[in-house]
Each structure stands twice: as C-alpha cells, then as structure tokens.
C-alpha cells in the first residue's frame, strides 16, 4: 500500500510537472536575428533565426523548448558541437504547451556545449503581446503610420523567437534586428554597429526574403546591439518605430536616460525625462546596488494591454503611463506617471537583476515594486506624501478582494501556464506591497535595507524564491538583537503568504484591570467559516492619553494565540479613555471592539478632537466599521454615527475611505427605490466638504499645487454631482457648454483639467446626441492621452440606450474608435452606469465570443468585465441567469476562472447584504439625513438661483409626500 501511495504521488507530480520544460538541457546565449517589414501590404512579414548555446545537463536524446505562432523550417535545423555532428531526425510542436521537441540521431553528452541552430518565419498577428504591430496618425501628414513592439512577460517572448521561455532559464543575448532605413530600432542593449549585409544570408537569401518584403535590400539596415547581461526571456524587448526620442539631463544619473514617443507627442516626455534619472539614481543609494546596463530607454506605446512592461534597458509604457501635459494632464495623471516610472525602475532590481524561479512568486517581483515605487515618488514628490498614500491605498484594495473565500494566496501554486495572467492581480501586486510595508515596519528600516542589499547581491543574474528573502531578512535582524518574540521572518512572513487571507481581531476589554483579551478568526464577507487559518499579527496600540506621542513598540499575537481561546494584553488606558489597534496600519487585518470601547472611539471622532487620532487610525475605523456592519459585526447605528464626521474631515485618504465604503452600499441599492434615501443622506454628509474644499462653483481648483487639496474638491465634486448636491450639475452642464461654445475647442479648454472628468460625465449624462457627439469629435482630435482617456470615460455615462449600444459594438469592431488597449475599459465603464448596466449586460452575454476574438493578448480583461458585471448583481435571478449563461459557455472563459469564481462569490456577498441588511441600513440612512448627527448644508446660495433652476433640482428628487410617505 505504502508502495502504491508513494508511485501515485510520484506520477502527481509528474503530471502536475507537464507544462514545464525538462531540465535536460540549459541555455547560455542567444544570438537572435530578426527581419521586419513594417507594412501592412505584406502583412508585417518577418523572418529569423536564432543560434542557441547550450549546455546539457544530462545526457538526453532530444531538446526541448518553446515556440509559437511562427513558421519553424524542421529540415534548416542543426545541432552543432565540438565532437562528431548531430543529425536531427524528428521536429514536433506540443500546441498544448507551445514545446518545439527536437528528436536526435545521439544523446547530447552531460557538461557538454552545443549550438542550436532554428531559422523561422511568420506574420505578425494581431493581438498585444508577443511582437505585434501598432499604429497611430501622425497629425500633421493625418497617415497612419505603424511600428513593431513587444510585449513578452509572461509566457510570450516564444511568439517571436524560438526559446526557453521559463523565468528559471537566464542567458545573454545579443539581437540583430533588420529593418528599413527609415525607421529607428532600439532594444535592451544599446547600438554596437549597423550594416548593409544581411545577417540571416546562410538561412535567408535576400531573394527568398525579397519575396515576401516585395522591397529592394538597399532600403534595409541590419542593426546589432550589444550583448545582453543575463536575464529571463520575458525581459527582451525591441521597438522599430519612426519615434523621436529626448535625452535626460546628465547630471540627473550616470546613466544615459532617453524617453521615446510619437513625434507628435515628443513634447509630452518632459516630466519622464526628469523624474526617470531622478528615481534610478535614488534607487541605487537605496539598494546600495548600482544599475548594471549603461542605458535606459524608456518608450511610449499607442497600443499597450498593460500600464508599462520592466524590460530590462528598455520600458514600455501605455502613452496615459509616461506622458504628461500641463494643459491636457491632470494632477492624478501626473500622479499615476510617476508611481508607474518608478514602479517599473524598481523592478530593474526586483525581478530583472534577481528574477522568481517561477511564476508563483511573482509577488516577489509585483509587491516590491508596487511597495518600493512609493519609496522611489515620496523622493522625488516629497510633497505627495507618497508612502503613506500608496500605503492606504493598497491595504483599502486588498482587504476586500482578500475578504472572498476565492482569493488566494500571495505565493499562490501555478500548476497551469494559462493560470499565470489571473494572478497579476491585487494580492499580488498591493498585498504583497503591504506584507513588505509591514515588514519593513515591524524590522526597522536599516534592518530592512541591509537585508535587501545581501538578498540582491546574493542572487545578482540569477533566481530566487520568498525563502531566499527571509532567510536574509532573518540574518540581518539576528545581528540586531532578532525580533521581540524570537521568532524568525520566515515563521512571520509565511503566514502571511502561504495562506489566503486576513484575520479579525477581536478585541474585549475589561474596564476594571486595563487588560484586554484578544481573538483571532479569518475575515470573510460573508460570515462565518470553518477556517482554521492563523496569523503572527504585529500590534500596534494607541491608547487616548499617548495618542500625542505613540507608542512604536510592536507587540506579537503569535499564530497559536487567540484561535481557540481568548488571549490577554494589558494596556495603559483609563476606563474612560479609548484603545485603537493597528493605528498605523502596520498590518492587512480589522479589528472589533466592545461595545463600549466603540462609543469612546466615535465620541472622539465626532467631536473637535478627531485629530487626535491619526490619519492611518481613521481610515482604520472606517474601512472596519462599515465592513463589520456589512456583515452584522457591528451595529450600522455605531458605523453611521462613526461616519457622520466626515463633514470636518480635510484630510483625503479618510474621506476617501469612508465614501469608498458608502460607494459599496450605493452600488446594491443604485438601482432600487430606495436609492433617493442614499442621494439624500450623501447629500447632507457630503456638502460641507464639496463647499470647503471649492466645489465647481468657483469654475478651477482652489489649490492646485497641493495634491490632498486637489484630491479633495475632484473627489467632492463627483459625489456631489452624483447626488444632486444643488448647483453640482448645473456648474458643470455650464462649464461644458463654454466649451462648446470655445472657438477651436480642440485647442482651448476652459474647463479646470482636474475637474474634468466629473463635468464631462454630467454634460454626456443629462445632454443629448449634440453633447455626446462634441465630446467624441474632440476625442479623436485629442493628441494627448490623458484628454483622451478623460472622454473615454465620459463617453459611457450616456443615457441613451442606442448611443451605448453602437458606443459597446465599437469595441469588438477593428479599426473603429475604440483601440484594443481600451476596449476592456469601456465595456466596464458602460456596465458600471445604471443605464448601461442593462444594455452591457446583453452585450456580454450575446457578443462573448467577439469580446473574446477581440481581446487577443489580454485574456484577463474579460475575467475584470465579469467581476464588474457580476459585481452590480443584487438578486439571485441575475446570478442564476449568469450562472447558467456560463455553463454554456464556459470556453470564452477558461483562462479567467479564478477572476469568475472571485465575481460569482462577492454576487452573493451583495445579494445576502440586499437580503438581510437593505431594509435597516435606509432606515439609518433616513433617520441621519433628518438628526443633528448630519449638520444641515446651507441652501442659501442655491434660493438665490431663478425659480426655473430649483423646478429642476425637484425633479431630480422626487418627493414621495404625495402619496403620505416620508421625504426620499
């Protein structure tokens, strides 16, 4: 039996091992040529080959790599080495898996070095990944002009040349790449030289290549590029482009900076050009590691299914990623510039210089660079409070993803290539940025970056697992007196990654010895679980009377403690005086109170005192008061109450907070009679801080060089057009129409750039064709991104069913207004209206296998459109109806499952809420809107507007006095 058991776990392994290539043989170098006829009459024709050294590692029969969407010659194959040649008697393709499986006439010998030799031709496809094909219009000749990119991480570096395309299989390369003259090629590695002789002569003959490029060969050039250090296949890259380029300022880095876009768009790289050098050389300080290549190109990409690609030496970015307009780029899109250039900068160390050995520790790469990113901008921006924002941010992200019993962990098992696109996803980029925020807490910083340093150094050009970092991690914390429990990182730390999840603590206290006891239980929203999950979770503790001068000793709750009995803390609180745990949000976990220590929590809070708690701390009660009343944890009169402060809240991120949570009662009952309840209570709680903060009144921002100010009255300003907040709508409908009112509209805008999102979204929601038209018209004129993105967005907040219908087909139509990269976007954005909902609903369910034809390249954007449809779900008849729909069809679905059950999982987090909370939750909703808890907002401004004026604002807020109910 035990014989039987130990052979059936063998052959598991085996099989669950299918989709990896055996270890028989090991690469060292490629020398890749490539050929590239960018033109559309010869359908983008290419041709290759490609030499790879290799060592064998054992002695096998037959190679075995990666290949696809190409052309491969089985009889131009050759296997070289220094003994007698090697014949090829056999070429195969595994289409499951991509494997090219080359068949020998004789074993390749153990330690022995051999050549590879594999020409190959092809097509570029349509898609965004892999080598592909972009275009644009140039604006002054209005023709439309085209270059070749690439995209490879994860698994697509095989769709344009034969390779071992594995993280685990580093090597050099050194590429040659022909293209006409008129273009510009760049890649890793800077230019050794360029020639007029055909580098692919011996496999390619010009006159074979003639006749498919159709071209004479003088037009021609054969670039070759230095070779490369060794890296992972998924890090090549090569752009061939009419692009112009500008150059960083030398003394900003040591290393040679360029920054590439559309000639067009040459002037937007000023501020890339800037904060690039800038970051790279804060980085090298902050590592104590320098940047090993002696170039950095960084590039700007029309059609880009990601934000920005890590390529080592040369960075692909989305156009809306690196370029920046004063006029046409708001505040946040300078924001979002600077987090993705150094999110991308940190990955030349965390990923590119030490790479995961495989895709299951992709967090590795994702966390460290979402969390060092805003190490990278709080050096650069310090004004931006960068590591405190991006901080709170992606806790808020995680901790409701993370709530769903179909999350997974950060180090997740991948047993399946196609399953590697699912988890570029939250946990691993923003939960494994707040494991690391956590650790560098609990460690100290010194500790944290020496640690890093020897991990870096350590494993330079080579691979790496998260056991790797925690044993340096431990090391260095050793040497500093090890943590205050001695326990080691990796006991910590892999509770934390192993496992899915997060725990609530609760937390009980007895008014009479200042002790507190504590539980721990996984987090779920939708209540109970049988989980036996634990976690070592670092305290933080603030009591009322430190609240000045906290306390930074962290305490543990070990992973046995708190799960099967209560265990006890003692604390420095009087009866009558508050505890807050987690205060700084040193760790992804909620935290319940006795009843009364809650009270004591929102008197300070609702009182003039409220700063006295820190801002981490409020955002702390908030995100865990509305999620704990969620699930009848708490009472919704504590978290309503809690809430009612935010009227004098002028930091953003707690407000943020606190209307994010409100955001979530909003999207169940949207579509419900009982939505006039909600627009009534935001609107009492809302307007204060939407008049604070400037509103849209006074028609530009307040403060526009200060980030929070600009965040607060954009933010405001939304809500309050949202819930018909007086003058909101009418300001913006006003702003819009001077607008179109604007000679050369496309030239001047008088409309505040940061505003505009919010006034465009009301001008297209109550206009008619005209206004969505113009917006439209202006879109395709747009040269800058950001304004593009701005009315693409616009677009969908219609409410005209036909102008969502024909806005939804544009989507799947190539060559209409819509371009592959956004498609995904707006679908999602249609489903989010309450109108569009209807209407993209049948769209998916009608149109899936056109989406799924459509959206080659990035198959995951249609696991984010389920999530968003099913995210609207509020009754069982929809996700019935959904669930059938899947069954059929179930294969437009394959590689977004975990995407899928995550969405069917919180449709029903909604549907029980709509069931067991709704009817309470607008009782409260009224009950605030009428109490001293909510001041009343001053209408004075609004009496004075012309009786017609206030006729409209009735009508978006019906009364239902009539018929003897109360207010709405």
């Known amino acids: ?113 051999y050549t590879l030799t594999i020409p190959f031709f092809g097509n570029l496809v349509n898609g965004l990944d892999g080598a592909y094909v972009s275009s644009y219009i140039n604006k002054k000749s209005q023709q439309t002009e085209y270059l070749v990119t690439t995209q490879f991480e994860a698994i697509s570096a095989r769709k344009a040349f034969p390779c071992f395309d594995e993280p685990m299989f580093k090597a050099t390369f050194s590429l040659n790449i022909a293209h006409n003259k008129n273009y510009t090629a760049i890649s890793n590695m800077p230019l050794a030289s360029s020639s007029n002789d055909n580098s692919l002569e011996k496999h390619w003959p ?76 804060y980085f090298e300080k902050w590592f104590n590691v320098s940047f090993p290549l002696p170039k950095q190109d960084m590039i700007a990409i029309p059609d880009f299914a990601a934000g920005a690609m890590e390529n080592w030496g040369l960075i692909t970015y989305r156009e809306t990623a690196l370029l920046y307009d004063k006029k046409e780029s708001s505040f946040l899109n300078k924001e979002r510039i600077a987090e993705v250039v150094a999110h991308e900068l940190a990955h030349q160390w965390f990923g590119n210089l030490v790479t995961m050995k495989w895709w299951s520790d992709l967090w590795l790469n994702e966390g460290f660079a979402t969390f060092v990113a805003s190490v990278g901008v709080s050096a650069v921006e310090p004004s931006w409070h960068a590591r405190l924002n991006y901080a709170i941010e992606n806790t808020l992200s995680i901790l ?137 979770v670092p305290l933080s503790v603030l009591c009322e009377r430190e609240a000045d001068q906290p306390n930074q000793r962290v305490q543990w709750l070990a992973d046995d403690e708190g799960v099967t009995q209560q265990h006890k803390f003692e604390h420095g609180s009087a009866p009558g005086e508050w505890v807050l745990f987690n205060y700084d949000m040193i760790a992804p976990y909620r935290v319940n109170y006795d009843e009364q220590n809650w009270k004591l929590l929102v008197s300070t809070l609702t009182s003039d005192k409220f700063t006295s708690i820190p801002v981490e701390g409020r955002v702390q009660l908030l995100s865990d008061a509305f999620a704990l009343a969620w699930n009848n944890k708490l009472d919704y009169g504590t978290t309503m109450k809690l809430a009612s402060y935010l009227q004098r809240e002028t930091e953003y991120l707690p407000l943020y907070t606190g209307l994010n949570a409100l955001s979530k009662i909003e999207n169940v009952i949207k579509r419900s009679a009982d939505y006039g309840a909600f627009q009534k209570f935001m609107r009492r709680l809302i307007t204060k801080a939407y008049e604070r903060a ?244 001053s209408w004075a401004s609004w009496r004075k507007k012309p009786l017609f004026m206030s006729s409209l604002y009735a009508i978006h807020n019906i009364s239902s006095s009539i018929m003897n109910k109360p207010h709405v």
């Open 1 to 113: 039996m035990g014989w039987l058991s130990a052979a059936w776990l063998l052959a598991a392994v085996q099989l669950s091992c299918q989709y990896l290539l055996p270890r028989d043989v090991s690469p060292a170098h490629y020398d890749v040529r490539l050929a590239y006829d960018v033109d559309p009459h010869t359908n983008f024709s290419f041709f290759g080959v490609v030499d790879i050294l290799l060592t064998a590692k054992k002695n096998t029969p037959k190679i075995v790599l990666h290949a696809q969407d190409f052309e491969v010659i089985g009889d131009k194959i050759t296997v070289t080495g220094d003994s007698e040649p090697i014949t090829v008697s056999e070429v195969k393709l595994n289409d499951t898996y991509n494997f090219l499986i080359i068949d020998l006439n004789k074993e390749l010998e153990e330690n022995a070095n």
């Open 206 to 281: 010009w006159e074979t290549i003639a006749k498919s490029f159709k071209k004479d060969k003088s037009i021609f050039v054969w670039d070759q590029f230095e070779k490369s250090v060794p890296m992972s296949t998924y890090l090549v890259a090569y752009v061939i482009s009419l692009f112009s380029y500008v150059e960083s300022p030398k003394d900003l880095s040591h290393t040679n900076f360029k920054i590439w876009a559309r000639n067009d768009a040459i002037d937007q790289t000023t501020y890339a050009a800037k904060i690039g050098p800038q970051v790279l050389s």
């Open 400 to 536: 409701s993803l993370d709530a769903l019993e179909s999350s997974h962990p950060v180090s997740v098992a991948i047993d399946d290539p196609k399953r590697i696109s699912e988890i570029f996803d939250t946990i691993s980029y923003r939960k494994g940025a707040t494991v690391i925020r956590m650790m560098l807490m609990f460690l100290g910083e010194d500790v944290f970056r020496k640690a890093l340093h020897n991990y870096l150094t350590k494993h330079s050009y080579s691979n790496a697992e998260q056991d790797d970092l925690w044993a340096e991690l431990t090391e260095v914390n050793r040497q500093h007196g090890g943590l205050s429990r001695n326990v080691t990182v990796k006991e910590v730390m892999d509770t934390w990654t192993k496992q899915t999840g997060y725990p609530l603590l609760t937390v009980t206290r007895d008014y009479s010895d200042k002790s507190v006891t504590i539980t721990q239980k996984r987090y779920l929203s939708l209540g109970a679980t049988r989980s036996t999950s634990s976690w070592w």
């Open 694 to 937: 400037g509103g849209l009144s006074q028609k530009r921002i307040i403060n526009g060089e200060d980030l929070n100010s600009v965040k607060m009255q954009t933010t405001t300003s939304a809500w309050a057009c949202n819930v018909k907040v007086p003058d909101c709508e009418e300001n913006a409908i006003e702003l819009f129409q001077r607008w179109m009112d604007t000679p050369n509209p496309d030239e001047n805008n008088p409309i505040p750039v940061d505003l505009r999102r919010t006034v465009y979204c009301v001008a297209l929601r109550r206009g008619s064709v005209r206004e969505w038209r113009f917006a439209l018209a202006r879109r395709r004129n747009a040269n800058v991104a950001a304004a593009r993105d701005h009315l693409l967005f616009a677009l969908a907040c219609s409410r005209d069913v036909w102008i969502l219908a024909q806005y939804l087909e544009w989507t799947v139509t190539e060559g209409s207004e819509i371009r592959r990269q956004d498609s995904g976007s707006v679908i999602a954005a249609v489903t989010r209206s309450t109108t569009g909902y209807y209407i993209a609903k049948d769209f998916i369910y009608n149109r899936i296998e056109d989406i799924h034809n459509a959206f080659k390249g990035q198959d995951r954007r249609i696991g984010a459109i389920i999530k968003t449809l099913l995210g609207q779900f509020t009754t069982q008849k929809e996700l019935d109806e959904f669930l059938e729909w899947q069954d059929k069809n179930g294969k437009y679905l394959s590689e977004s499952k975990l995407a899928v059950s995550q969405a069917v999982e919180n449709a029903r987090v909604n549907i029980d809420w709509a069931n067991k909370n709704q009817k309470l939750v607008v009782e409260k909703l009224r009950e605030f809107s009428v109490s001293h808890h909510l001041e009343q907002p």
